[in-house]
């Protein structure tokens, strides 16, 4: 009886949270819980490199603001349907993701985190200087258009649900990878890359082949961020935009399933209160960065579970 | 008449080649301090580059509200943004020792975040200008492009400091103790040399250098808080192309590449940006270690 209340508890907060994202368009801000999912899925996609293989991309901006780009002038210029841009998108940035994985993945540890953080900086540069994407003004005014001809997506609720389906099958995509023998074999790279190679894995397939799933989910919350403010711009392949997302990991709950998506709810409700504070975001954000460190690097699910892991051994003993 | 190179008169070419040259030192002393902290902390410390920021702000302020001059902040400012760097590592540093590597590079981001922001919050993000010392006012025409003294001032004493730290950490006893302790710390401990004072005191060393190359740039480049968080990026590319096993190495490298990177501004303007990003991945094709580096 025991066991089985323990088998259902997944499968009960999975309705729980189904039902809250359902009504919560109808209670919150649509378009303040629009963002959260893109930067919740965002931080997913982040967290299967950081969490689950153990390695440090600091350059997660690039995927994320260059597929908005893609889907943004695919939709605009190029008269893409809302879908097909955002397939576009994500194309773009998993082959991006190939390019740049394949390359970092020669050195690990800090040098991937710089190598990633400076072939980010060359598509920056590029977002800023190529014909298509507008400069400093980005590409504004993309329109939302309309699903399979028969949703409209101009409607705000639409919208959210779209976004809301769009976060469910990302989610789920990564769920189901960290429960794979593929995700098996990635955290045991995480624990002990010479032994996983021992094993007989080719251990580099393995990280290059998550760094593009990787890679290609931050393209799809991008993607759906630009159509979601119908704007493309340079804040989403900046170096901030990655610190962001491996604050919003670190916070939430490095290798849990729910961290980064609490932890991108609560970094995107600072940023939305603390909008009208000039420089003093950057401050907090800083200052949240050193405590998280410093004080608690299981961050807050991280915490949580911990802590619903000792009672359960003290009920045992 | 004017002499050309494949098209471009010589004048613009040696006078980006300068403007590469100074920004190949800036690298160098950068990358420098990084791989020296590296070798002993295993850190790469993030806030290098709003280090650098601290030192052209130090200088600065100290010019502007206590009107002390730029030798004395040249001393002084180094000091004091060393200083600062010492009660990092003893405050914070020293409780992630244990830890993952990648934590330090958590809090030392977290850390060039905040100093980024608070002199953003009251300078603003429009630079300040520091005027060019009187006696490096001025320049000397020689015959095939002007050179401004203080330019030259700034290449002088940057690879002088560069040398120097060198030789210090290459060929005298204490470097021989620092080298020690980057190879078996526990093993130079059990001499009984007092190893976590020597890391502090070589954390605060490498931060130094970055507030030093600081006030080196306060009258080149304006004065703003952003102007070291775009240095860094490019200083990590350095790092990696350069590998942080060599001093040597690290100078060579970083010379090369501002100069590679003038040059570029000279033929192709549009990739100078990128090129060093280039050369990166150049090298993690040809050699991931580093040209200096060594496979761990």
Known sequence: MISNTKNNRPLIGAVLMLAILLIAPHLFYPVFLMKVLCFALFACAFNLLLGYVGLLSFGHAAFFGSAGYITAHAVKVLNFSPLLGLLLGVAVSSLLGLVIGWLAIRRSG????????????????????????????????????????????????????????????????????????????????????????????????????????????????????????????????????????????????????????????????????????????????????????????????GEILEKFRSWNSKDIH | MMIQVFGVPIQALLGQLLIGLINGSFYAILSLGLAIIFGLLNIINFTHGAQYM????????????????????????????????????????????????????????????????????????????????????????????????????????????????????????????????????????????????????????GVALAGFAGVLAAPIYQVTPVMGSNLIIVVFAVVVIGGMGSILGSIITGISLGLLEGLTKVFYPEASGIVVFVIMALVLLIRPAGLFGREK
């Open chain 1, 110 to 301: 800090i040098y991937f985190a710089m190598i990633t953080l400076g072939f980010a900086q060359v598509i920056y540069f590029l977002s800023l200087q190529l014909p298509f994407t507008g400069g400093e003004d980005g590409i504004q005014g993309v329109p939302r258009g309309t699903l399979f001809g028969l949703v409209d997506l101009t409607d705000t609720m639409s919208m959210y649900y779209f976004v809301l389906v769009v976060f469910l099958c990302g989610f789920w995509l990564i769920y189901r990878t960290i429960n794979s023998p593929f995700g098996q074999v990635l955290k045991a790279i995480r624990e002990n890359e010479p032994r996983a190679k021992s094993l007989g894995y080719d251990t580099d397939r393995f990280k290059l082949m998550a760094f593009v799933i990787s890679a290609a989910l931050s393209g799809l919350a991008g993607g759906t961020k630009s159509l979601v403010f119908q704007l493309a711009s340079l804040t989403d392949v900046s170096w901030h935009m990655s610190g962001e997302v491996v604050l919003m990991t670190l916070l939430g709950g490095m290798g849990t399933v729910l961290g980064p998506a609490v932890g991108a709810l609560l970094v995107v409700t600072l940023n939305n209160y603390l909008a009208g504070f000039g420089s003093w975001v950057t401050i907090i954000i800083g200052a949240i960065f050193v405590a998280c460190v410093l004080a608690f690097r299981r961050g807050i699910v």
């Open chain 2, 54 to 205: 601290l030192g052209a702000f130090f200088a600065w302020m100290s010019l502007t509200y206590l009107g002390v001059n730029y030798w004395v902040g040249l001393i002084l400012v180094p000091l004091a943004v060393g200083t600062f760097g010492i009660l990092m590592e003893r405050l914070m540093l020293r409780r992630l020792y244990h830890l993952d590597h990648l934590y330090g590079l958590l809090l030392t981001f977290g850390l060039a975040l905040i100093l980024e922001g608070l002199f953003r919050q009251f300078y603003g993000v429009s630079g300040l200008s520091y005027p060019i010392p009187e006696v490096f006012q001025g320049g000397v025409n020689l015959g095939f492009m002007f050179l401004p003294y203080y330019r030259a001032w700034v290449i002088v004493a940057s690879l002088s400091v560069c040398f120097a730290t060198w030789f210090v950490i290459e060929r005298t006893k204490l470097g021989s103790y620092l080298r020690a302790a980057t190879e078996n710390p526990e093993l130079l401990q059990a001499f009984g040399i007092n190893v976590p004072l020597m890391v502090t005191l070589t954390f605060g060393y």
